[in-house]
T-cell receptor, first 109, second 116 residues
Framework: SQQGEEDPQALSIQEGENATMNCSYK?????LQWYRQNSGRGLVHLIL?????REKHSGRLRVTLDTSKKSSSLLITASRAADTASYFC?????????FGKGTRLHILP | EPEVTQTPSHQVTQMGQEVILRCVPI?????FYWYRQILGQKVEFLVS????????KSEIFDDQFSVERPDGSNFTLKIRSTKLEDSAMYFC??????????????FGEGSRLTVL
């Protein structure tokens, strides 16, 4: 299966701490994307990293990609209450973008 | 800012009835997708659509499902004879001129389908 699998399934941290979520996948990919979903809402794109890239930054987000291990990580630095959401990795191959099961992140005040 | 819009936001139907979920993708986008999410669970790929035909579909997308772009703006998902297990949130997404493999997906807010 192409599907990404996030780890951990759920994560609770104190506001201000960093949050790290991991994603593993099984097939070759063109790129890997991370999305965020607030409860009951649509998914919002956060960041895309291409298969020939190893690291990418966007604001408080840092994404790494290791194609040899078929894994990616999303780091959110200096977390805020508003970061509470579910985070999904998505593998992009041909015209099939497959989402993992997601990590539910809860930021404690 | 352009957005993907979906209607209805919530539909309740009886088992065995036909349902049509509608989506208006962002106007200059060329690639269209349907996903479903059973409450609190993973986001499942159903189908991708490009140039007026299905480009990829999952094993979930069986003969009960069909998609159509009838008028150049709407993108619809039809479920011919709904089952209880079709109850889920259905998300439409579109992708832009950057083309497949290179661009982010823009999602609508979803249509919640409840089958009784």
């Amino acid at each position: 299966s192409q599907q990404g699998e996030e780890d951990p399934q759920a994560l609770s941290i104190q506001e201000g701490e960093n949050a790290t979520m991991n994603c593993s996948y099984k097939t070759s990919i063109n790129n890997l994307q991370w999305y965020r979903q607030n409860s009951g809402r649509g998914l919002v794109h956060l960041i895309l990293i291409r298969s020939n890239e190893r690291e990418k930054h966007s604001g408080r987000l840092r994404v790494t990609l290791d194609t040899s291990k078929k894994s990616s990580s999303l780091l959110i630095t200096a977390s805020r209450a508003a970061d509470t959401a579910s985070y999904f990795c998505a593998t992009d191959r041909d015209d099939k973008i497959i989402f993992g099961k997601g990590t539910r992140l809860h930021i404690l005040p | 800012e352009p957005e993907v819009t979906q209607t209805p936001s919530h539909q309740v139907t009886q088992m065995g009835q036909e349902v049509i979920l509608r989506c208006v993708p962002i106007s200059n986008h060329l690639y269209f997708y349907w996903y479903r999410q059973i409450l609190g669970q993973k986001v499942e790929f159903l189908v991708s659509f490009y140039n007026n035909e299905i480009s990829e579909k999952s094993e979930i997308f069986d003969d009960q499902f069909s998609v159509e772009r009838p008028d150049g703006s709407n993108f619809t998902l039809k479920i011919r004879s709904t089952k209880l297990e079709d109850s889920a949130m259905y998300f439409c997404a579109s992708r832009g001129l950057a083309g497949k493999n290179t661009g982010e997906l823009f999602f609508g807010e979803g249509s919640r389908l409840t089958v009784l």
